[in-house]
Each structure stands twice: as structure tokens, then as C-alpha cells.
Nanobody, 127 residues
Framework: QVRLVESGGGSVQPGGSLKLTCVGS?????????VYWIREAPGKGREGVAR????????VYANHLEGRFTISRNNSKNTVYLQMDNLNPDDTAMYYC???????????????????WGQGTQVSVSS
């Protein structure tokens, strides 16, 4: 059974940092999957945050997040990370990782159902 499990969320003050982790299991070849971080805030739709290619060589970010968020992966551990720096209250949301063997544009991934989703990890930013 394929699973994605996120961890690393929590409560931080504005300006703080968090590193989210997504561990995949049951994948035949994890490195063949694009992995996405997607977030959903109360009252807002789902938003694609970042995407990383199977080999890790290509990354894409939502325009307004580039420079503060960094996505990376370690395929030997079937793991994808999202480093989030200089967090602000607008970053408060449930963060999900998702995997798909196909490339999905970040602007579309919030409305598209990737093949596999995790259960999410909550990030809260407040003073």
C-alpha cells in the first residue's frame, strides 16, 4: 500500500522557521514521482506551494513563496522536505505532500487530485 506521511508542523512566531518532512512508503520507484507540497488555509482553496522532480534536479515554487521556501528530496530515504523560513501569519495552513507520476502545474495542483496524498501537517504562525 502506497502511503505518504508528513511531519514537522507546529506553532511558530512570525519570522520563525519550520522544516516539513514527507516520507513515502510502498512506492516501487519513488524517484519516478513528482512530489508536491500543497497547503490549505481555513476559508481558502488549496494552493500549490512547491514541486520537485523525481530526480530532484528541477524545482518550482509559487511565485510569492520563492526565496522563503525550499523543497528538496532524498530518494535513498523516500523523503521530501520543505524548509520554510521567515514565516508569517499568511503561511498558517494545513500542509500536504502529494505524489504523481505526471507533472502538474503548481497553479493547477490545488484543483487536481494527484495520485497519492498524505494526511497533512498543521503549520500555525502567530505572535
Amino acid at each position: 500500500q502506497v502511503r505518504l506521511v508528513e511531519s514537522g508542523g507546529g506553532s511558530v512566531q512570525p519570522g520563525g522557521s519550520l522544516k516539513l518532512t514527507c516520507v513515502g512508503s510502498g512506492f516501487t520507484r519513488f524517484n519516478r514521482y513528482y512530489v508536491y507540497w500543497i497547503r490549505e488555509a481555513p476559508g481558502k482553496g488549496r494552493e500549490g506551494v512547491a514541486r520537485i522532480s523525481g530526480g530532484g534536479g528541477a524545482t518550482v515554487y509559487a511565485n510569492h513563496l520563492e526565496g522563503r521556501f525550499t523543497i528538496s528530496r532524498n530518494n535513498s530515504k523516500n523523503t521530501v522536505y520543505l524548509q520554510m523560513d521567515n514565516l508569517n501569519p499568511d503561511d498558517t495552513a494545513m500542509y500536504y505532500c502529494a505524489a504523481d507520476s505526471s507533472l502538474i502545474f503548481l497553479t493547477d495542483v490545488g484543483d487536481t487530485r494527484p495520485q497519492y496524498w498524505g494526511q497533512g501537517t498543521q503549520v500555525s504562525v502567530s505572535s
